[in-house]
């Protein structure tokens, strides 16, 4: 029967300290090493491919986003026109000090502001999705939030609709993550790159 070789002993002093006591010769076992600089561990053609596929959904997901935020604010925006009359006509009730005229170029003011800002938006969401560049998502995330908070103002209007709120919102976040999921991807193919150097 071998004998077990006596390990380290740990003493706890009077004042709460503690102290490591060990056999002689005793040697510290070495730490392992890190997983992601052992080379046989890490398959990155393996994980690249789940990445890409990974990043096809999401961004599959965030054009179903976009589509449904455009089809929203279309809707929308082809109510206004519909009522515009009536649009103006609740305006002058909540402002009667303002005239008719005023309160008509006023509610054309937002309503080009909202198409222009629309256009800006979608535009620039698609070429987030097809050029998948971090910087892009995040001035994306930038637009986005500039419209979701430029949608309080409308309220003063009778402007202000919480899906298209909600929606301006949720591509907010949906970018960051999507900003933030490729400077990760970046990182990794750095990392790959510097672990297994092309010959």
Same mark, same amino acid.
């Given at each position: 029967?071998?004998?077990?070789?006596?390990?380290?002993?740990?003493?706890?002093?009077?004042?709460?300290?503690?102290?490591?006591?060990?056999?002689?010769?005793?040697?510290?076992?070495?730490?392992?090493?890190?997983?992601?600089?052992?080379?046989?561990?890490?398959?990155?053609?393996?994980?690249?491919?789940?990445?890409?596929?990974?990043?096809?959904?999401?961004?599959?997901?965030?054009?179903?986003?976009?589509?449904?935020?455009?089809?929203?604010?279309?809707? #929308?925006?082809?109510?206004? %026109?519909? *009522?515009?009359?009536?649009?103006? $006509?609740?305006?002058? !009730?909540?402002?009667? @000090?303002?005239?008719?005229?005023?309160?008509?170029?006023?509610?054309?003011?937002?309503?080009?502001?909202?198409?222009?800002?629309?256009?800006?938006?979608?535009?620039?969401?698609?070429?987030?999705?097809?050029?998948?560049?971090?910087?892009?998502?995040?001035?994306?995330?930038?637009?986005?939030?500039?419209?979701?908070?430029?949608?309080?103002?409308?309220?003063?209007?009778?402007?202000?609709?919480?899906?298209? #709120?909600?929606?301006?919102? %949720?591509? *907010?976040?949906?970018?960051?993550? $999507?900003?933030?999921? !490729?400077?990760?991807? @970046?990182?990794?193919?750095?990392?790959?790159?510097?672990?297994?150097?092309?010959?």
């Amino acid at each position: 029967m071998e004998k077990k070789r006596p390990g380290p002993v740990f003493v706890q002093n009077p004042d709460g300290s503690i102290a490591q006591g060990v056999p002689p010769g005793f040697q510290e076992p070495h730490a392992p090493d890190t997983p992601r600089f052992g080379g046989a561990d890490m398959n990155f053609n393996t994980l690249s491919a789940d990445i890409v596929r990974v990043l096809a959904r999401h961004e599959a997901v965030f054009l179903a986003l976009m589509l449904t935020h455009l089809l929203a604010v279309c809707t #929308f925006q082809y109510i206004e %026109l519909q *009522y515009e009359d009536d649009a103006v $006509l609740e305006l002058s !009730l909540i402002y009667p @000090d303002l005239a008719e005229s005023t309160l008509r170029s006023l509610h054309w003011l937002a309503f080009v502001g909202e198409a222009s800002y629309s256009i800006a938006f979608f535009g620039l969401g698609v070429v987030c999705a097809c050029l998948a560049k971090p910087a892009l998502y995040a001035r994306f995330a930038l637009v986005a939030l500039i419209g979701t908070l430029g949608q309080l103002p409308m309220a003063y209007l009778n402007r202000f609709n919480l899906l298209v #709120f909600f929606l301006r919102f %949720l591509s *907010y976040a949906y970018a960051r993550f $999507l900003c933030n999921l !490729l400077r990760t991807i @970046d990182t990794l193919r750095g990392d790959a790159l510097v672990i297994n150097p092309d010959p």
